[in-house]
């Protein structure tokens, strides 16, 4: 996520046919409507379940303030379901150690006291709320290149999470925190050091606070989605090494995963399931980006290595909150168009899903603050939708 209004990231978008592979997937061909909510509910987490069916997810600017102004914890509306701290961010890059401090006064003049803090995080659990400690950002780069950076960064991160009560860790790496070594080929046995320390490094926290730990992810479609043309730097080399490079810390942690919310902004055109290239601006993108996690797809073009689907409870969309929180706006009636389309099966226009999932998550935004900015159309767009 980005603290200043608006940014773009180039993405190395080649043409690739895929249309064998999908078939050879079995990909091609729709299932029945609500089929990929019939996934064992021993894939289910007690975090997960502590969620409301639908969720409401979004990011606090709780350490900066920018053109949205700065809201006090206490003074965000009850719409929200999980409120992610942004951000705790590392001394270094490749330190692991994580510090959190409240905006300074300076810059933002309305800041609360850190008692007045913590009391407005105990008052948020008290009302159902969760309330995480989200790092990285734009600005926070972590690679956890070696075992001391992963302690470290168990250690940091388990110091904010105990001083402040929290609820768990949303882990928005960004930029260059995660890329893939030249011969890690395989998202589900990864080699490269920053994929496997960080692997650990949240397991090792959720070992620690037990099945009540709630972990978020926020990566861009560049991280997970691009994987299905592009995984590292490819067969012959070239590629950005970055490409795919959160499939194998998702798949590893899939089990203790509570929400997976991809930020669908920022993005450059992805291929989806059809063959076909999708871009930001309409429900499209969203419907073809979300029924890729739903469904499960081919990691690099390969139908013999393919990522699993995973359960609409651990999915959420991500969406900008206007048109100054990111590139790939949409208005409320296209939100609703993508939610129709892949919670009920209507108003996808082109795109064919591949299932109906009424027990998808919900949604995740950037951010409380760009909301309320905004008026709140897009929290109260979503408790109109939902009820």
């Known amino acids: 996520m980005d603290r200043t209004a608006l940014r773009a990231r180039p993405r190395l978008l080649t043409a690739l046919a895929t249309a064998a592979a999908l078939a050879a997937a079995g990909l091609t061909t729709t299932p029945a409507a609500g089929a990929a909510d019939a996934a064992p509910e021993a894939a289910r987490t007690s975090s997960a379940q502590a969620l409301p069916e639908h969720a409401l997810v979004g990011y606090l600017h709780a350490s900066f303030a920018n053109g949205s102004g700065y809201t006090r914890l206490a003074d965000v509306p009850d719409s929200w379901d999980v409120i992610d701290l942004a951000f705790g961010e590392p001394t270094s890059p490749t330190s692991g150690d994580i510090r959190f401090e409240l905006c300074p006064q300076s810059e933002c003049p309305n800041v609360e006291t850190k008692d007045e803090f913590k009391a407005a995080i105990k008052a948020k659990q008290a009302a159902g709320k969760k309330v995480l400690?989200?790092?990285?950002?734009?600005?926070?780069?972590?690679?956890?290149?070696?075992?001391?950076?992963?302690?470290?960064?168990?250690?940091?991160?388990?110091?904010?999470?105990?001083?402040?009560?929290?609820?768990?860790?949303?882990?928005?790496?960004?930029?260059?925190?995660?890329?893939?070594?030249?011969?890690?080929?395989?998202?589900?046995?990864?080699?490269?050091?920053?994929?496997?320390?960080?692997?650990?490094?949240?397991?090792?926290?959720?070992?620690?606070?037990?099945?009540?730990?709630?972990?978020?992810?926020?990566?861009?479609?560049?991280?997970?989605?691009?994987?299905?043309?592009?995984?590292?730097?490819?067969?012959?080399?070239?590629?950005?090494p970055r490409a795919g490079a959160y499939l194998p810390v998702i798949h590893a942690l899939r089990d203790e995963l509570t929400l997976l919310h991809v930020q669908d902004y920022n993005s450059g055109p992805i291929m989806?399931?059809?063959?076909?290239?999708?871009?930001?601006?309409?429900?499209?993108?969203?419907?073809?980006?979300?029924?890729?996690?739903?469904?499960?797809?081919?990691?690099?073009?390969?139908?013999?290595?393919?990522?699993?689907?995973?359960?609409?409870?651990?999915?959420?969309?991500?969406?900008?909150?206007?048109?100054?929180?990111?590139?790939?706006?949409?208005?409320?009636?296209?939100?609703?168009?993508?939610?129709?389309?892949?919670?009920?099966?209507?108003?996808?226009?082109?795109?064919?899903?591949?299932?109906?999932?009424?027990?998808?998550?919900?949604?995740?935004?950037?951010?409380?603050?760009?909301?309320?900015?905004?008026?709140?159309?897009?929290?109260?767009?979503?408790?109109?939708?939902?009820?």
């Open 133 to 240: 400690i989200s790092i990285g950002g734009q600005n926070g780069q972590v690679q956890l290149t070696t075992t001391a950076a992963r302690d470290a960064f168990v250690s940091s991160v388990s110091a904010i999470i105990d001083e402040y009560g929290l609820d768990g860790l949303d882990i928005d790496f960004e930029g260059h925190s995660l890329s893939l070594d030249a011969d890690d080929t395989d998202f589900k046995n990864p080699k490269s050091a920053v994929i496997v320390n960080l692997i650990s490094a949240v397991k090792t926290l959720k070992a620690k606070y037990g099945e009540g730990f709630t972990l978020t992810m926020a990566p861009e479609t560049f991280f997970v989605q691009l994987g299905h043309q592009y995984y590292g730097t490819g067969e012959w080399g070239g590629q950005d």
């Open 272 to 387: 989806g399931l059809d063959g076909q290239y999708h871009t930001m601006g309409g429900a499209d993108f969203h419907i073809a980006m979300t029924d890729m996690l739903l469904t499960g797809f081919p990691v690099a073009g390969d139908a013999d290595n393919v990522f699993p689907a995973l359960p609409p409870e651990k999915v959420a969309i991500g969406m900008p909150a206007s048109v100054n929180a990111g590139n790939g706006h949409v208005s409320t009636a296209e939100v609703n168009k993508a939610l129709d389309c892949l919670t009920k099966g209507s108003d996808c226009g082109s795109y064919e899903t591949h299932g109906t999932w009424p027990k998808l998550r919900g949604l995740m935004t950037w951010s409380i603050n760009w909301d309320r900015h905004n008026g709140e159309e897009f929290s109260k767009n979503f408790d109109a939708y939902f009820g």
